[in-house]
């Protein structure tokens, strides 16, 4: 059995960085969004207060687990 090659064409498509948009309705309309935000100030306090409190939270076990390692560690080798 003879084997015939194949034309094949490849059609590549692709947006240069330049002509993306990302998140364009993100800038639009800034002042009208950040008065929202100091309107319902209370909301957004709701809203972030958890989220930096777990960060916060995450960071210092993080610390404190990197502490614990250590002294184990020390101990071990005594």
């Not at 972030?48 to 777990?54: C, E, I, K, S």
């Not at 404190?64 to 101990?75: S, T, V």
């Amino acid at each position: 059995m003879g084997k015939t090659p194949v034309r094949m064409k490849a059609v590549v498509y692709a947006l240069s960085p330049f002509q993306q948009k990302v998140m364009p309705g993100l800038w639009k309309d800034l002042p009208n969004k950040i008065q929202k935000v100091s309107e319902n100030w209370i909301s957004a306090a709701l809203l972030l207060t958890p989220l930096v409190g777990t960060y916060t939270y995450v960071q210092k076990y993080q610390e404190k687990e990197k502490l614990a390692h250590r002294w184990q560690d020390d101990i071990i080798m005594l």
